[in-house]
């Protein structure tokens, strides 16, 4: 685990204790370990899935640590109820995940912000972490102490530059770019979902997908999808006799085969599907590509 990841963690920790807490934290020597630590009354976990990193942020609180900010906080004199801990806890990891996302994603590392996890046992480590370097980093308080675990691993592969040429999506598929385009998000994100399986797809190549068009309403909600759906049959209109096919008119046009699927759906190109919903354009719109002399 390259040590740089842990310092996002340590920078937060220090800046979201301050700032929510007006306490002072100081880090100690960074610890290097085999597995998760155990210490701790009450423990916040969070799953960090992402572009570029795979891994887990843990920190370890003292019960005396989160009731002592918890007195001051509402300058009360009663000891905390359980569940004001639990959600104190909760609300201090999600807080520092946060703040260490947003200085990981400077450096090309992704991931989204789960529910943390808040027990008093260290929650079950996925199999490809087990062996992964675990980072300890002890704090100082005048409230207490607290400490910070963290693993992350670097998922190489979505890094790796993509030498295959690009592959035209089949008849009722489209391409990453395209969903992107479509529905506003991130190419990143959208692998990432990819991977997690919470949009379906084909996997071509390091960055090429194939996404079933019928996705979209995953992402765009039922009526904005059912809109799409009409607006891509009125550009499928009746064409003439001259209509020549999405391969020939990259030819003509230098433009790649799905570009030109892409204006056929969005309409910017007449064309229709034939009788092999195969995408048939009118020749005439050839014109549109060509040097006005």
């Known amino acids: ?26 880090a100690g020597r960074p610890l290097v370990r085999n597995k998760p630590g155990v210490n701790g009354d009450v423990i916040g976990f969070i799953k960090l899935n992402g572009h570029g990193i795979s891994g887990y942020f843990i920190i370890h609180f003292s019960r005396s640590f989160l009731n002592k900010i918890l007195v001051t906080l509402f300058n009360s004199q009663t000891t905390p109820a359980k569940e004001e801990v639990y959600d104190l806890a909760g609300e201090l990891t999600n807080m520092i995940t946060g703040n260490a996302k947003a200085e990981l994603s400077k450096k090309g590392f992704f991931f989204d912000v789960a529910v943390p996890q808040i027990s008093h046992t260290t929650p079950k480590i996925a199999s490809d972490l087990k062996n992964n370097p675990v980072i300890i980093v002890p704090f100082q ?73 019928s996705e979209f309403e995953k992402i765009l909600g039922p009526s904005k999808f059912k809109a799409r759906e009409r607006k891509i049959k009125k550009a499928s209109v009746k064409v003439s006799d001259d209509a020549i096919s999405v391969e020939a008119f990259s030819k003509l046009s230098g433009l790649s085969s799905a570009k030109i699927k892409n204006f056929l759906r969005t309409g910017f190109l007449k064309g229709a599907l034939d009788k092999t919903n195969s995408w048939q354009v009118e020749k005439t719109e050839i014109s549109k590509f060509k040097k006005k002399t």
Do not use: C
Request: charged residues 25%.
């Open 1 to 26: 685990m390259n040590v740089n990841y842990i310092n996002p963690f340590i920078n937060a920790s220090i800046d979201v204790i301050k700032t929510f807490a007006g306490i002072k934290s100081e």
């Open 141 to 213: 308080t005048r409230a207490g102490r607290f400490n910070i675990e963290s693993s992350i691993r670097t998922i190489e592969e979505d890094f790796a530059k993509d030498t295959m040429a690009e592959v035209p999506p089949p008849l009722g598929m489209t391409s990453v770019a395209q969903f992107a385009k479509e529905t506003r998000m991130d190419p990143i994100k959208i692998r990432r979902f990819l991977k997690t399986g919470f949009i379906l797809g084909t996997k071509i190549s390091n960055r090429q997908w194939h996404i079933p068009e």
